[in-house]
């Protein structure tokens, strides 16, 4: 016999003999640190640095395991031990107009910066900034401003440098960063008609920088509510630095397009965070009275369309939820790369395919606004930039100046590892006032900066039957439609706020007195600053009320059509303490209930009052026109008067 055939005959009884299959070394300790492996010691597996607040791992944050059994490191940076290193804020290179202390090269996380301005000039921005853990001063920009110029002096960010000192309508200043600190914002602004510098403030910062989600969530969310037509009180900037305030018309349509990075390394319960994260944020935008449509596209090194916005689902909110629910893992098991170029240019295709259906030029089309949250973990090392795909969005809905609010680029990345500023921020939108591209820590900063950016309860805009169930909550916050109604002297009856002028209430409260004039609305928590006591203009008291009616039938005291409504002398301002409760049939009980927005009436009664309505019954249709020549039921809403 052939003697390499005994040998591999003899190799399965003696396992010893076989080649084992190669592992990284495990002398990988960082100095200060800890470190984490996606799959042990096997080629594959990811080792990621971790450091304390303050500190950052260095030469390296994270190292591949190759399938020769290596690390995958940086020639340069091979001798080097990984070390945590103390966190540094940078230094201004210039402040005009005024004075800074100290000067240093860097600071020390806790070290500050003082600014003062020269004669004739006034400092906005924050006078005194502190170095925070996560790299990045505290506070404003510190400008120092005569208030001369058409647009107001831009500044010059922490460690950046500025070109331009001219600001009349239709200069420019451009900006860059010294020795290694990596640009986020606009490099280029231009001073507007309107006295506002377009795009973003820029900022420069250090590479292994990253935002807190106390930073996170006002500016995501202040955007996000911007963009649904809603106002965010969390929000404590003043008005003019907010910048734009997006209104989508009732009757608009927005398309949301989430990108779901599933690349190798995002760990299975990282991915589960991603998920759970975006369906939070479905689940909160849908309480918006706007039409949306949702499109879910997960990727690696190529892309899956888990739902199109083509398709009627994307705009059902259970359909969109149990899809992301349903999303596996492991879809993407031999795609290891991250190509973020064909995720966007899905997107593209999307679009164009809308476009098409829709006809180019039709109100349909233009008068839909898009936007596109990317959520990843690295940046893209598959499909080459990302960037042309981007443009080709930007091209097929024709954004230039006065079409730049039709769409939002939001580019997240979760882990201050692999992510790359500069790509973020290449692929974030550039607008007034507002920030589109973050990193955050980890994916627990995720999560908290979903859970409360766009939280409802705390909204004040007219969205009805929305209560604050955290429990912090008083009960007037849980139910911000009860009121109470009385004369001057003591409590009578309570009822709800059915919009900000009108209360639904009992008749037999007025039973016995028909002079309205003294009497007093309380709405909000009496005991706080939320409360606040109104007088009632007119009392629409149901005619049909009598509480004697059935006497002769043996019942003392009859209910039935037991109904008032009541008009304010002034409309109340909506609050966490003071929101509309949902009519039945309306629009805002439709997204209160989470139902389809082809709902019916009857859906309604059957989801709130199961097994009390005949099935003959006729009930108006909702927000839909009717089928066999039955002419259209109008949308039912509340008018507020």
Not at 245 to 255: F, M
Not at 487 to 516: M, N, Y
Request: with cysteine; net charge neutral; glycine share 8%.
């Amino acid at each position: 016999m052939d003697p390499l055939m005994v040998v591999l005959c003899l190799l399965p009884l003696y396992p010893g003999l076989a080649t084992a299959a190669p592992s990284c070394p495990q002398n990988v300790n960082i100095a200060g640190g800890s470190f984490t492996l996606s799959n042990g010691w096997a080629p594959g597996s990811i080792l990621t640095y971790s450091c304390p607040l303050g500190y950052y791992p260095f030469p390296v944050a994270s190292r591949l395991c190759n399938s020769n059994g290596q690390w995958q490191i940086p020639r340069a940076t091979r001798s080097t031990k990984p070390v945590c290193k103390p966190v540094r804020c940078p230094a201004p290179v210039s402040f005009e107009n005024g004075v800074y202390t100290p000067r240093l090269g860097s600071h020390p996380v806790g070290g500050n910066l003082t600014f003062e301005c020269e004669d004739g000039f006034t400092l906005r921005g924050s006078p005194v900034r502190q170095c925070r853990p996560n790299g990045m001063w505290d506070g404003e920009t510190a400008v120092c401003d005569n208030g001369a110029s058409h647009c107001p002096d831009p500044g010059i960010s922490v460690g950046a440098v500025r070109t331009g000192s001219r600001f009349g309508p239709g200069d420019k200043v451009r900006y860059r960063c010294s020795s290694n600190l990596v640009l986020t914002g606009s490099m280029e602004r231009e001073c507007q008609d309107n006295g506002v510098w377009s795009g973003t403030e820029p900022i420069c910062r250090q590479p292994y920088s990253y935002d807190f989600p106390e930073d996170v969530t006002p500016a995501l969310g202040t955007s996000f509510s911007h963009l649904l037509g809603a106002t965010n009180p969390t929000q404590t900037k003043k008005t003019e630095n907010v910048g734009r305030k997006i209104q989508i018309q009732r009757s608009g349509h927005l398309n949301l397009y989430l990108l779901l990075d599933a690349s190798q390394s995002v760990s299975e319960e990282d991915f589960g965070v991603f998920k759970r994260s975006a369906s939070l944020l479905v689940d909160r935008i849908f309480s918006f009275e706007i039409n949306i449509s949702v499109a879910i596209i997960t990727f690696a090194s190529k892309p899956k369309i888990i739902m199109s916005v083509l398709k009627d689902k994307s705009r059902d909110v259970t359909e969109v939820v149990h899809s992301l629910e349903n999303i596996n893992y492991k879809d993407h098991e031999n795609g290891t790369g991250t190509n973020i170029y064909e995720a966007l240019n899905s997107v593209y295709i999307m679009m164009n395919n809308q476009m098409q259906n829709l006809g180019m030029n039709t109100m349909a089309w233009q008068e839909i606004r898009h936007a596109i949250i990317l959520l990843t973990d690295g940046k893209s090392n598959m499909g080459g930039s990302p960037k042309p795909a981007v443009d080709n969005i930007k091209e097929i809905l024709n954004i230039k100046e006065k079409r730049k609010d039709y769409l939002d680029i939001y580019a997240i990345g979760v882990g201050n590892v692999e992510v790359d500023w500069r790509e973020l921020n290449e692929l974030g939108s550039k607008k007034d006032g507002e920030r589109h591209a973050f990193i955050l820590k980890d994916t627990e900063a995720l999560s908290q900066v979903f859970e409360h950016m766009l939280d409802v309860s705390q909204l004040t805009d007219t969205i009805c039957g929305v209560g604050n169930m955290s429990a912090n909550a008083s009960a007037q916050e849980r139910t911000p439609w009860h009121v109470t109604i009385k004369p001057k002297s003591h409590e009578t009856c309570r009822g709800a706020l059915i919009s900000d002028q009108w209360v639904l209430t009992a008749a037999h409260c007025f039973s016995h007195s028909e002079d309205h004039s003294l009497w007093r609305v309380s709405v909000g928590d009496p005991n706080s600053q939320w409360g606040k006591e109104f007088r009632i203009e007119k009392a629409v008291i149901s005619s049909e009320f009598n509480v004697s009616a059935k006497k002769h039938q043996g019942i003392p005291e009859f209910y039935g059509d037991d109904i008032a409504l009541l008009k304010l002398d002034q409309k109340v301002k909506m609050s966490t303490h003071a929101r509309p409760i949902c009519l039945p049939c309306t629009v805002g009980a439709n997204l209160a209930l989470r139902r389809h927005p082809g709902s019916t009436c009857r859906d309604h009664v059957d989801k709130l009052y199961p097994g009390c309505l005949p099935r003959q019954s006729h009930v108006p249709q909702l927000d839909q026109c009717q089928r066999g020549g039955d002419r259209p039921v109008p949308l039912q809403r509340d008018q507020g008067g």
